[in-house]
């Protein structure tokens, strides 16, 4: 079945890095945009930006530009997002979802905590 | 940027009644040159992510059962469900696929009375 899983939970320091991937099943990676959107506790839904596995082109949101970064590895239909000097306030949930405008499916969520 | 506004916050509807969802949309999203409506609905049960529900504003996703609909205009829309059932108690969200950067309303929570 089409599905995308994400890796497991992360705990960062105050201003590391953190890497989430989402790896691709059921259908051809390279066909469909994978988006990034994370969720904070108790929160509403912040979409952080789209990439197209076949070109590599991306589209972040202005919030995260210039710490935010969507790469993909087209052989193992894996996409990666990267997050950088992270705070506290990014202590959320962080999801990829497959789509060019609506979303689905969505990954399980990557649990990112970010503590000093 | 394209804000979402949904009412109410939250709403607790009886087992087997009606139970309406609004969103309102800062500026249009229904693109005249193809007259669709760049607006999804998303079901959010407590410890699971999104699943997409209508998109299209009102084009039912594959697998979603028919008690669920979507209606609406270029800026104000409707997530209906025609008969609650216990299974539907989630958090309901709109968003926008109009434009970038993608935007969602800030959430129904929908309860049973």
């Known amino acids: 079945q089409v599905q995308v899983v994400q890796s497991g939970a992360e705990v960062k320091k105050i201003g590391a890095s953190v890497k989430v991937s989402c790896k691709a099943s059921g259908y051809t990676f390279t066909s469909y945009d994978i988006n990034w959107v994370r969720q904070a506790a108790g929160q509403g839904l912040e979409w952080m930006g789209w990439m197209n596995p076949s070109s590599g082109y991306t589209g972040y949101a202005q919030k995260f530009q210039g710490r935010i970064t969507m790469t993909r590895d087209t052989s193992i239909s894996t996409a990666y997002l990267e997050l950088s000097s992270l705070t506290s306030e990014d202590t959320a949930i962080y999801y990829c979802a497959r789509g060019e405008g609506w979303f689905g499916p969505w990954g399980q969520g990557t649990l990112v905590t970010v503590s000093s | 940027d394209i804000v979402m506004t949904q009412s109410p916050d939250s709403l607790a509807v009886s087992l087997g009644e009606r139970a309406t969802i609004n969103c309102k949309s800062s500026q249009n999203v229904l693109n005249s040159s193809n007259n669709k409506k760049y607006l999804a609905w998303y079901q959010q049960k407590p410890g699971q992510p999104p699943k997409v529900l209508i998109y299209?504003?009102?084009t039912r996703e594959s697998g979603v059962p028919d008690r669920f609909s979507g209606s609406g205009s270029g800026t104000e829309f409707t997530l209906t469900i025609s008969s609650l059932q216990a299974e539907d108690v989630a958090v309901y969200y709109c968003q926008q696929y109009y434009t970038t950067p993608v935007t969602f309303g800030q959430g129904t929570k929908l309860e049973i009375k």
């Open positions: 299209w504003a009102s």
